[in-house]
């Protein structure tokens, strides 16, 4: 399993729109990511959010975010968000601190796999 935890921040004043597009996220993007078994989850706190994805390789994540539909979502996104001077936005990866049950299990096997 491919894992990766990121925050970034919204714009002041963003955070309804931005939870109404992911309530009413795109089919097109829904179905690639169910496709490729993308899972998310994000958290909001104040203005700042919190994204922990999950797919089977990373390979899978790239193929459910490449092509015109995501192009044209990231650039909607970026609108609500914090970006750098290119207009891309601006995420920061997030170090594991603590893994239990499932989640250390699963980290696990893949460390082990890697030693192997």
């Known amino acids: 399993m ?14 309804a729109e931005y ?9 097109e993007l829904a179905q ?5 078994q993308v899972n998310m989850v994000i958290h909001h706190h104040e203005e700042r959010l919190y994204l922990y994805m999950t ?8 193929q459910s975010h490449t092509g ?6 990231l650039a909607y996104m970026a609108t609500l968000m914090i970006t750098d001077d290119e207009g891309k936005t601006i995420m920061d990866e997030m170090d594991m ?11 696990d096997e ?5 030693l192997a």
């Open 2 to 15: 491919w894992s990766k935890a990121l925050t970034y921040r919204l714009k002041p004043g963003c955070y």
């Open 19 to 27: 939870k109404k597009a992911h309530d009413e996220v795109w089919p």
């Open 32 to 36: 690639a990511m169910s496709d490729n």
């Open 55 to 62: 797919a089977p390789t990373e390979e899978h994540f790239n």
């Open 68 to 73: 015109k539909i995501a192009d044209r979502w």
């Open 97 to 107: 601190a603590f893994a239990f049950g499932r989640y250390k299990e699963e980290l």
């Open 110 to 114: 893949k460390l082990n796999s890697r």
